[in-house]
């Protein structure tokens, strides 16, 4: 096993037991880490064969093996941009909603103040 393999399967290994711990440590949701684990994974059969990378690549169309990494990694960060923007959108409809609930609240609040202070039918 040449040098570029090992330091490629220690860096593969490394990433998967990272995920693996920040799933454990409850860090990571599951539905993002099923995209780094596969994609971990992915990379560590590539290592370890060298044949499929190239079979793989030839049976896509594409004759320089390394590109089809290039392909795989521009696909991956293609889709975690996708998720992210997806988790964003979400998350600012919702910041959206509860700013107008917030805003509710505290103006029925302050009508039962007023309402308290004047002692008035409301």
């Not at 099923?34 to 064969?49: A, G, K, N, P, R």
Request: hydrophobic share 50%.
């Amino acid at each position: 096993m040449d040098l570029t393999k090992v330091v490629s399967l220690s860096i593969s290994l490394t990433i998967f037991f990272f995920v693996v711990w920040l799933i454990k440590e409850r860090r990571l949701r599951e539905k993002y880490a099923l995209l780094w684990l596969f994609t971990s994974l992915f990379i560590i059969l590539l290592t370890i064969s060298r044949r499929v990378l190239e079979i793989t690549a030839l049976s896509v169309g594409i004759s320089y093996p390394p590109s089809l990494l290039f392909l795989i990694g521009v696909l991956f960060l293609l889709m975690v941009a996708i998720g992210q923007s997806v988790s964003l959108s979400r998350l600012s409809q919702s910041n959206h909603k509860l700013a107008q609930e917030v805003a509710l609240l505290r103006k029925t609040v302050t009508s039962n103040i007023n309402c308290k202070k004047q002692q008035d039918n409301c």
